[in-house]
Each structure stands twice: as C-alpha cells, then as structure tokens.
C-alpha cells in the first residue's frame, strides 16, 4: 500500500506562484508514474499533469503548459508541481495520484490518491 500526502496549497492572488508537493510513503518505489489532477466546484476531476518513473516524459493539460512544471525527487519519495502565473481559473482542489502500470491522463487507471490540497487564486 501506498500512501500520498499533498501539501503547498493556500490563497493566493493572479500571477503568484506556489509549489506543490506530493510525499509518498508504505510501498513506495521509483517505478510508479505520478500525476496531479485537480476540480473545481461542480466541475469533474481534471488531469493536470503527469510525469513517468524517472521524470523523463512529462505531460500537461494545454491550460497549463508553460506555466506549470511536473517534477519528482525519486531519493526523497516526492513529486512536485510548480505552478507559475496562477490564474483565477486553476482554483481548485489538487490531488496527487499514483500508478505502477499506467501513465497518461485517466483518473481511473491511478490507484493511489492523497486527500488533496486547497489552491485558491484571487483576482
């Protein structure tokens, strides 16, 4: 079992940035395939972004390319996400999530989810 805790959330205004980190601990290994997904309220669950075992292939979400940057310390078990430029828009409640067989942007194929971090822009 795997577990996941987010944590760099808070409230902060357009343009600001803030970093988002995702600590794993139980079964960890360097091999799962980590993403960060977000929703809004009554909005479904969003793929942000996505990084693979080793951090050589990254994915974003068009809204976020270029202002975002997926990243992953596999020594200390932790996946980052930098978000730069924040938006009113990228309010929302982050997750991180975590695989051993799947790589890409489905929610459902992530087996693993921490409890989410609360990122609140203001115009």
């Known amino acids: 079992q795997v577990q996941l805790v987010e944590s760099g959330g808070g409230l902060v205004q357009a343009g600001d940035s803030l970093r988002l980190s995702c600590a794993a601990s139980?079964?960890?290994?360097?091999?799962?395939?980590m993403g960060w997904f977000r929703q809004a309220p009554g909005k479904e669950r969003e793929f942000v972004a996505a990084?693979?075992?080793?951090?050589?292939?990254?994915n974003y979400v068009d809204s976020v390319k270029g202002r975002f940057t997926i990243s992953r310390d596999n020594a200390k078990n932790t996946v980052y996400l930098q978000m730069n430029s924040l938006k009113p828009e990228d309010t929302a409640v982050y997750y991180c999530?975590?695989?051993?067989?799947?790589?890409?942007?489905?929610?459902?194929?992530?087996?693993?989810w921490g409890q989410g971090t609360q990122v609140t822009v203001s115009s």
């Open positions: 999530a975590g695989s051993r067989t799947y790589y890409g942007s489905s929610s459902f194929l992530y087996g693993y």
């Open positions: 139980g079964r960890t290994g360097s091999t799962y395939a």
């Open positions: 990084i693979n075992w080793n951090g050589g292939i990254t």
